[in-house]
């Protein structure tokens, strides 16, 4: 759903608006994580929009402020049980808990190298930095926080899928280069959705979930 959140907001259309709109509305009765990070990249796209503050612009922002008001009641009981707790928020960051994010993105980007994925990251950014960017400020924003809180927050979930979107976008161009781009096409999304298809059915069907040391959901 974070997904076709962005893709409705990269529409630019009233009608897109709204559903991605109620798309929030639906992520955010579900798991507080995964709507900050919606939430922090719609705004990001939003402000990467080129007709930003201009009135057409502020008219599309009435759906998702229509949203959030329909689900502000449940965020401030959340809010009121977090502060009920008396447990400190922000912890001190350390050696260990960077070692962990290093591991959480090795295993989230996996199959695919992380040297692999930064190149393809960098393409992304050149070509389509209107989708890139708001993205690494998702990344850059909830890696802080898993730093300062050990909330454990599931940015990493959408790091994999972009990492697809960068990959696709170049292996459209090998796919022209007739039978030896394409069979070059066939065996890296072959063997993507093989392994993909592998960890998924440990992980739901054997109940396997790959390791994530202070990740581990």
Same mark, same amino acid.
């Given at each position: 759903?974070?997904?076709?959140?962005?893709?409705?907001?990269?529409?630019?259309?009233?009608?897109?608006?709204?559903?991605?709109?109620?798309l929030?509305?639906?992520?955010?009765?579900?798991? $507080?994580?995964?709507?900050?990070?919606?939430?922090?990249?719609?705004?990001?796209?939003?402000?990467?929009?080129?007709?930003?503050?201009?009135?057409?612009?502020?008219?599309?922002?009435?759906p998702?402020?229509?949203a959030?008001?329909?689900?502000?009641?449940?965020?401030?009981?959340?809010?009121?049980?977090?502060?009920?707790?008396?447990?400190?928020?922000?912890?001190?960051?350390?050696?260990? $808990?960077?070692?962990?994010?290093?591991?959480?993105?090795? /295993?989230?980007?996996?199959?695919?190298?992380?040297?692999?994925?930064?190149?393809?990251?960098?393409?992304?950014?050149?070509?389509?930095?209107?989708?890139? $960017?708001?993205?690494?400020?998702? /990344?850059?924003?909830?890696a802080?926080?898993?730093?300062?809180?050990?909330?454990?927050?599931?940015?990493?979930?959408?790091?994999?899928?972009?990492?697809?979107?960068? /990959?696709?976008?170049? $292996?459209?161009?090998v796919?022209?280069?007739?039978?030896?781009?394409?069979?070059?096409?066939?065996?890296?999304?072959?063997? /993507?959705?093989?392994?993909?298809?592998?960890?998924?059915?440990?992980?739901v069907?054997?109940?396997?979930?790959p390791?994530i040391?202070?990740?581990?959901?």
């Open positions: 759903m974070t997904f076709a959140i962005a893709y409705l907001t990269t529409r630019g259309t009233t009608k897109s608006a709204w559903l991605a709109a109620v929030l509305a639906v992520v955010a009765l579900t798991h $507080i994580g995964e709507t900050f990070i919606a939430a922090v990249w719609y705004i990001g796209l939003r402000l990467a929009e080129p007709d930003r503050f201009r009135p057409q612009w502020w008219w599309r922002s009435i998702v402020v229509v959030g008001v329909a689900v502000l009641p449940l965020y401030l009981t959340f809010l009121g049980n977090v502060g009920a707790s008396g447990s400190a928020l922000i912890q001190p960051i350390g050696p260990a $808990i960077l070692a962990q994010l290093g591991v959480a993105f090795t /295993v989230g980007l996996a199959p695919v190298p992380v040297g692999a994925a930064l190149i393809a990251l960098a393409v992304l950014v050149w070509q389509r930095p209107r989708l890139a $960017i708001p993205w690494l400020a998702v /990344v850059a924003v909830f802080t926080v898993e730093a300062l809180t050990r909330a454990q927050v599931r940015y990493l979930y959408t790091g994999a899928p972009l990492i697809a979107v960068a /990959v696709g976008w170049g $292996i459209q161009r796919w022209r280069y007739g039978w030896a781009g394409r069979l070059l096409v066939l065996l890296v999304v072959s063997y /993507v959705a093989w392994v993909s298809s592998a960890l998924w059915i440990d992980a069907m054997g109940w396997q979930k390791r040391d202070g990740l581990t959901h």
